[in-house]
């Protein structure tokens, strides 16, 4: 079982900064593939970004440029850092992981991801 509990949501004004944290625990949190997810009012989740063991990356194309995902496994958390936020940014934040995911890893499909957090919810509003 891997547990994921996310943090750093907030509210801010458009072209703010925040960044969200995801702690994992469990016996397999070094596993290959995880990822941040969202879900905007109305609409599907989506996957934002996505990192692998093997240090690659995949980001949206709605967030390059302003949103990156890192690891730190000393730490056993995953990061966001997501500048310039703008209102269509606003959202619930998700973690997710998957300890067997590779190949379709940076598909971003959040049908692939067995494990969840709870979320955290960012705001972006003037």
């Known amino acids: 079982q891997v547990q994921l509990v996310e943090s750093g949501g907030g509210s801010v004004h458009p072209g703010g900064s925040l960044r969200l944290s995801c702690a994992a625990s469990?016996?397999?949190?070094?596993?290959?593939?995880m990822g941040w997810f969202r879900q905007r009012p109305g609409k599907e989740r989506e996957g934002v970004a996505t990192?692998?063991?093997?240090?690659?990356?995949s980001v949206a194309d709605s967030v390059k440029g302003r949103f990156t995902i890192s690891k730190d496994n000393a730490k056993n958390t995953l990061y966001l850092q997501m500048n310039s936020l703008k209102p269509e940014d606003t959202a619930m934040y998700y973690c997710?992981?998957?300890?067997?995911?590779?190949?379709?890893?940076?598909?971003?499909?959040?049908?692939?991801?067995?494990?969840w957090g709870q979320g955290t919810q960012v705001t972006v509003s003037s």
């Open positions: 990192i692998r063991s093997d240090g690659t990356t």
């Open positions: 997710a992981a998957d300890p067997g995911l590779w190949i379709h890893c940076h598909t971003r499909a959040p049908t692939h991801f067995s494990y």
């Open positions: 469990g016996a397999t949190y070094s596993g290959n593939c």
